[in-house]
């Protein structure tokens, strides 16, 4: 149980487009989602922290029109780099949380999404 | 905000001995602290956690401790293999719809034969 999947895994755009990541829940519903960027070498930086059906909440430093994130369903959150730039190439990884799990603290991660901008 | 300190960043350890990784902590309201091994380009996994109500936990060769007045908390490995080679990161959260992790920095631990 609680499995978290990324699509697509990675990812190689060209400067100026844009790249959607996708995270779903497989077998639990995740009132939660949060963003995470990790360049090389370094650790989690929390992005974003979305919750189903509101708008998600930026930490200080993310450009929120630049990391468009939508959780439109308690399965499915979506994060959209807008206007990538080789700076925003990264390791992006989501993680999900139930509102049960919420009270004990649990985030179960997906696998990733490599992201490589030209 | 949080902020985690952890130490070292790298740790060199022979199979077969033990291995410690050291974390503080900034907010006395967190209460909730895992640890997660994250190998190179695959999602963090946690390995063990343990809450403020308890001072220590153990599973297997793995254990942690953890020091409230202090807000320091520890992940001991015993009797180390080839395949706790790894990057391990601690995190610290209070719980709660609100709550967040943040992470230490990393240690990248390497096991040689």
């Known amino acids: 149980g609680a499995v978290v999947s990324q699509h697509p895994s990675w990812v190689i755009c060209k400067s100026g487009t844009s790249v959607k990541i996708e995270c779903r829940s497989l077998?639990?519903?995740?009132?939660?989602m949060f963003w995470y960027r990790q360049f090389p070498k370094q650790s989690l930086m929390l992005m974003a922290t979305?919750?189903?059906?509101?708008?998600?909440?930026?930490e200080q430093g993310v450009e929120k029109d630049k990391f468009l994130i939508n959780h439109a369903s308690l399965t499915l959150s979506t994060l959209t780099v807008t206007s990538a730039h080789p700076e925003d190439s990264s390791f992006y990884i989501c993680?999900?949380?139930?509102?049960?799990?919420?009270?004990?603290?649990?985030?179960?991660f997906g696998p990733g999404t490599r992201l490589t901008v030209l | 905000g949080e902020n985690v300190e952890q130490h070292p960043s790298t740790l060199s350890v022979q199979e077969g001995d033990s291995a410690v990784i050291k974390c503080t902590y900034s907010?006395?309201?967190?209460?909730?602290f895992p640890w997660y091994k994250q190998e190179l380009g695959k999602r963090p996994q946690l390995i063990i956690d343990?809450?403020?109500?308890?001072g220590e936990k153990k599973d297997q060769r793995i254990a942690v401790t953890l020091n409230k007045t202090a807000k320091h908390f520890s992940l001991h490995i015993t009797e180390t293999q080839p395949e706790d080679s790894a990057v391990y990161f601690c995190?610290?959260?209070?719980?709660?719809?609100?709550?967040?992790?943040?992470f230490g920095t990393g240690t990248r631990l390497q096991v040689t034969l």
């Open positions: 995190a610290a959260s209070t719980t709660g719809t609100a709550s967040k992790l943040t």
């Open positions: 979305s919750n189903e059906g509101s708008k998600a909440t930026y």
């Open positions: 907010d006395s309201a967190s209460n909730y």
């Open positions: 993680s999900a949380r139930t509102s049960g799990r919420a009270i004990a603290g649990e985030q179960f």
């Open positions: 343990i809450r403020s109500n308890v």
């Open positions: 077998d639990f519903q995740a009132t939660t």
